[in-house]
Nanobody, 115 residues
Framework: QVQLVESGGGLVQAGGSLRLSCAAS????????MGWYRQGPGKQRELVAL???????NYGDSVKGRFTISRDNAKNTVYLQMNSLKPEDTNVYYC?????????WGQGTQVTVFS
């Protein structure tokens, strides 16, 4: 069983930055894939950023060049540094962990960007 707890969301002006954190507990391995998705009202959950066990990353097109995912294996924590935020980045951000074929999600953290 894996538990994921996100933090770091909040209210920020357009052009600003936020850093989200996702602390994982339970059976976590360095080879697990971890990452971030986001979902707005009435919309499908979409990929923001993923980091695979080997360190390779994948980003959604709308955040490339602005967001950076990183991971601290010693702390079982994955981060999302979000720069140059735009109002359209306003969403609930969810942490995801894929381990041994099972998928776990965090409870989500709200990010609101105002112009």
């Amino acid at each position: 069983q894996v538990q994921l707890v996100e933090s770091g969301g909040g209210l920020v002006q357009a052009g600003g930055s936020l850093r989200l954190s996702c602390a994982a507990s339970g059976k976590i391995f360095r080879t697990d894939t971890m990452g971030w998705y986001r979902q707005g009202p009435g919309k499908q959950r979409e990929l923001v950023a993923l980091m695979f066990g080997g360190g390779m990353t994948n980003y959604g097109d709308s955040v490339k060049g602005r967001f950076t995912i990183s991971r601290d294996n010693a702390k079982n924590t994955v981060y999302l540094q979000m720069n140059s935020l735009k109002p359209e980045d306003t969403n609930v951000y969810y942490c995801k962990c894929l381990t041994f074929g099972s998928v776990y999600w965090g409870q989500g953290t709200q990010v609101t960007v105002f112009s």
